[in-house]
């Protein structure tokens, strides 16, 4: 379908065979994504990359996040699984990322959300660029604000970095070295490659690319894979009894687990059917392709199914195709699949309240991303207790 947003012509892909078609036959054409007026603020003028990596950071994170679970479940309290996931992302993020656990000088995150939340607010600006210069929506006072904001934590970030190393001292390398190294050997290029080059601004954006990548699209679908565990205890269940199956007496999940954990993949790719990260990515509910209960949640129906989730199989792209496909696919997988099994593995959830699963409230919010409206809020029981007793 096509249409013309303001002076923006949009085209609507709405089956996997003209997905294929967008997204690989013709990828080279629609490779590039339109600017909008935040992502010129925000992402120092589309400079990033958007992708993130995985790092040995997750283990001693998720380890306290379970204590601390540990402790509510003794209390029979409930915990803000949305805000305690986020919280356990973000730390791994800023370890990865920045060398560092979160910094009581500033609130990178409650300023990212701010970001995030801009982002996704329709700017008639973006397609009718004429009343841009009046800002009659304030969203360029705003972009402006944020933009400052961001830019002033990410030079005290870099500046702080480039003393470490210029001073030769032992620390953590991170991605803020790594990118200082080839800023620096960029500087050293000829003008026949300056285009390829390194600047201040491409560390900036790109840093700030794997914050938000990391942290507000990793903590949603972790969010909403609980969501729809809690909702569903005969697939808790079922998804308990295959990873005590398969790691034993073992009380961690570990990275090599996940190809033999079947049923935990299929949970996976059912959430981002039904609840896709990104807002724009149409939940997959065409019952030519998913049959006639394609409302409902139900894993089983990947059971004999090829279909991954890597841009290949055009019915389920979560993460994208072609040139664009989200890079850091692999790491955001990884960091879904590792929580969701740990926090099912270590305990049984109840909703408070007696609450029935039925009456849980399943509205999301529009922004960048499409998380839930409300946090989900749930008891935590420890199994081990619950196998004593």
């Known amino acids: 379908m096509s249409l013309r947003l303001g002076f923006v012509p949009t085209i609507v892909v709405s089956s996997p065979k003209a997905a294929e078609m967008f997204l690989k036959t013709h990828n080279t054409v629609f490779a590039s994504r339109p600017k909008s007026q935040g992502s010129q603020y925000l992402a120092y003028g589309t400079k990033g990359l958007a992708f993130t990596e995985y790092g040995p950071y997750w283990r001693n994170e998720m380890g306290r996040l379970v204590e601390e679970m540990k402790e509510a479940a003794e209390r029979r309290e409930v915990v803000d699984v949305s805000e305690r996931v986020e919280s356990l992302i973000e730390d791994m993020t800023y370890k990865m990322i920045l060398g560092q656990s979160k910094d009581d000088r500033f609130d990178l995150k409650c300023i990212i959300k701010e970001a995030v939340t801009l982002t996704g607010v329709f700017n008639i600006a973006d397609y009718v660029p004429f009343p841009r210069a009046l800002d009659l929506q304030g969203l360029t006072r705003c972009f402006k604000a944020t933009s400052k904001a961001i830019d002033e934590i990410l030079e005290i970030i870099?500046?702080?970095?480039?003393?470490?190393?210029?001073?030769?001292?032992?620390?953590?390398?991170?991605?803020?070295?790594?990118?200082?190294?080839?800023?620096?050997?960029?500087?050293?290029?000829?003008?026949?490659?300056?285009?390829?080059?390194?600047?201040?601004?491409?560390?900036k954006a790109i840093v700030l690319d794997m914050v938000v990548g990391s942290i507000d699209t990793s903590s949603t679908a972790i969010e909403w894979t609980l969501t729809e565990i809690i909702r569903h205890p005969r697939v808790m269940k079922r998804l308990h009894q295959e990873l005590t199956t398969i790691l034993g007496a073992s009380p961690m999940v570990e990275e090599k687990d996940l190809a033999t954990l079947e049923y935990l993949d299929m949970v996976v790719k059912e959430t981002l059917r039904l609840h896709p990260v990104g807002p724009l990515l149409i939940p997959r509910r065409n019952c030519d392709v998913w049959s006639d209960n394609v409302e409902e949640f139900f894993p089983e129906r990947f059971i004999g199914s090829n279909i991954d989730l890597r841009g290949h199989h055009f019915e389920l792209i979560p993460f994208g195709s072609g040139r664009r496909i989200c890079p850091g696919m692999n790491s955001g997988l990884l960091n879904i699949k590792l929580v969701v099994a740990q926090l099912v593995l270590t305990f049984d959830w109840e909703l408070p309240n007696g609450m029935s699963p039925k009456d849980l409230d399943m509205r999301e919010i529009f922004r960048l991303t499409a998380p839930r409206a409300q946090h989900l809020l749930a008891i935590p029981i420890y199994r081990a207790n619950m196998v004593e007793k």
């Open 158 to 203: 870099i500046d702080e970095h480039q003393d470490v190393n210029r001073n030769d001292q032992k620390h953590y390398k991170d991605f803020i070295d790594a990118a200082l190294s080839l800023m620096n050997k960029s500087s050293n290029t000829t003008q026949d490659h300056v285009s390829n080059s390194m600047d201040r601004e491409n560390i």
